[in-house]
Structure formats: structure tokens, C-alpha cells
């Protein structure tokens, strides 16, 4: 196994719900307890090391947790009181949002600093006027984050969230083995709905992507990709846990060649504008000199969507997406998904 890949296999491991105890008569209603309250506590852990350093990891890693969080609500939605979880997951957007922007800039940042070696002193102009720039923007967009992080009380967040775990809806109380109340029996029929769902939604996004893979559909491909891939983490008890893995692996080394694009794309905007400043002060010397970062950092999408396009191709000759629901565990079973666009190894889009 790759460096690369024991990395991923390693960090996927880490979020999948261990196997329960024999006779712990764990249910729906405590999965999600447990998956809401670990992810609560990652992000109000990710805050304090944000807060004690200048290293950006802990800024990305809390924007993760706060998207985790956010989607371990949205799954367990049904088993909470609806007024209590609205308002958690309103702070708990804020957070994300407020992350959001200063995040991109830093990836920016660093891509400029690590191209600096890459491409050598033809580019030492452009790519050392686009770092100032950028750097000089990172600082003033850090102090807005943190006055605004400051406005969300991240005490009032851990005590709301803990008052909605106090106060589940009445019939959410279904033991394990049952089919009544909100959490509708076993963890396997309760994944199940929520796989079907989230295929529904990226299966033609896949069918798109692998068609023409546009900046724009790879954007949406991305989004879903990492929300699906949250939801299986938090549904990963329905599953075999080896088969788990492999799947959240294959999952995350997709979004990670989407996220590479993004992050290209989001460069490519800011060098973009930054010529579009340049024009308007009449130094056009300087913007002929980033004209030229944006052209190396074109041919870089081209070759990152190939890439992407060829993935998608080979997890298409797999019907990788397709045989998710069959990894679940035995158990009650409701009809098979069928996709409204299937697939096919070409990249080209059929009825089902």
C-alpha cells in the first residue's frame, strides 16, 4: 500500500463507529448521541489550538469538524426536537461560514509559496506580487475570523447541543431490533434510506462529471462527494468494517483529486482578479506577468480534470457507487436503488 493511500486508510479509520458490545442494547438514538457529541467535542477542540497558534491545520481542521457536525445533525435529524436542532445547526453553519474564506486564502498562499521552487525565477514576478498580496489579505481576513468567532459563544454551542441530546422525541426511544418509532429500527434499514438518498444525488453528478467535467460540475461533484462521505462515517455501523473502509477510502481519494481542482480554480480567480486591479492602475507590465501564472495554472486543471475524468472511469468499471447498498449488513431490505442514470465504463449517461 502507498504512502498516500495508508494515510487515507489511517484517517478513515479513525471516524468509522466501532463494533457495540454484545447485549449493550445500543440504538439508533444512542449511535446518534454518541456521533453528535464526538463530533462536537472535535471542533471545540480544533477551536483551542486555532486560538493557540499560527499554524493553519487546526483553522482546517475545525472547518472539517463543523462540517461533520453539521451533517451528523442533518442524518439524525428525526430523532431530536426540530426547534433545538435548528438552532444548533444555525450557529454551527456560522462557524463554517466564517472559516470558509479564510481557509481558501491560506490554500492560496501555500500553493504560491510551494510553486515558487516549482516554476522557478521565469515566474519569481508574478508569483512573488500574487504571495504579497495574498499574505497581506490572509492577515486582515484572520482578524475578521476571529471577531466573528468570538461573536459565536462557543459555550452557548456545546450547552445547546447538550440540550438536544437531552431531550430526544418521545417515540425515538426504539431499542435495537425494533421497526417503531422515529429511528426506524435497526441501524441497516436506517442506513439504507440515507445511502439511497445520497446516491440519488450523486449518481448524476458522477454521470456529468465523467461526461464533460466542467469546473462547475466538478464543484458540485466535490460537494456531494464529501457529503456523502460524512454520511457514511456516521452510518458506518450498518456496514462490514472492512468493506467500510475500502469505501471511504475510495471515497476520499476522490474528493481529495476534486479538492485539488478547487483549490487550482479558486487561484486561478484570485490571480484573475488581481489583473483585473492591475489594468485599472495602468500596470500592465505586471499584469502580462500574472497572464502567464494563469496560463500554467489552466493547463494544471486541464491535467487535474483528466486525471479526474479517468478516475471516475475506473470506479465506473467497478459500479463502485452502485454496489454501495449491497456492502450493508444482512437485515430487513428494502427495495434496490435504481438510479435514475447509471454509469456506464464510456462516461456516457443511460436510463437505468
Known sequence: MSKENLEVSKEVSTLITPPARPRSGLNLLNMAEKAIQTRLDDLLKYEKRMHAGTDIEPLHDMRVASRRLREALRIYAELFSQKRLKQGMRTVRRVTRALGLVREVDVNVEQLEAWRDELGEAYAI??????????????????????????????ELEADISKLLQHPHRDAQTTEGGDEGRGRGLPVIFARRHIE????????????????????????????????????????????????????????????????????????????????????????????????????LAVKQNTQRKRIGAHLRRLALLRFFERIPAALKEGPTSPAIQPALVLHPTGDKASA
Not at 462515517?233 to 485539488?260: M, N, P, V, W
Open 126 to 155: 508574478p508569483l512573488e506580487y500574487s504571495l504579497a498580496m495574498e499574505q497581506t489579505r490572509q492577515q486582515r481576513l484572520r482578524k475578521k475570523m476571529f471577531a466573528r468567532l468570538d461573536e459565536l459563544d462557543m459555550d
Open 197 to 296: 438518498s445520497g446516491l440519488g444525488s450523486i449518481l448524476p453528478c458522477v454521470a456529468r462529471v465523467s461526461s464533460r467535467p466542467t469546473l462547475h460540475e466538478c464543484h458540485r461533484l466535490r460537494i456531494q462527494v464529501k457529503k456523502f462521505r460524512y454520511s457514511l462515517e456516521l452510518l458506518s455501523r450498518a456496514f462490514d468494517s472492512h468493506r467500510a473502509l475500502r469505501i471511504l477510502k475510495q471515497l476520499k481519494l476522490l474528493q481529495d483529486e476534486l479538492g485539488t481542482l478547487h483549490d487550482s480554480s479558486v487561484l486561478h480567480s484570485t490571480v484573475r482578479s488581481l489583473r483585473a486591479e492591475l489594468r485599472k492602475s495602468g500596470l500592465s507590465h505586471l499584469e502580462r506577468h500574472l497572464l502567464r501564472l494563469m496560463r500554467v
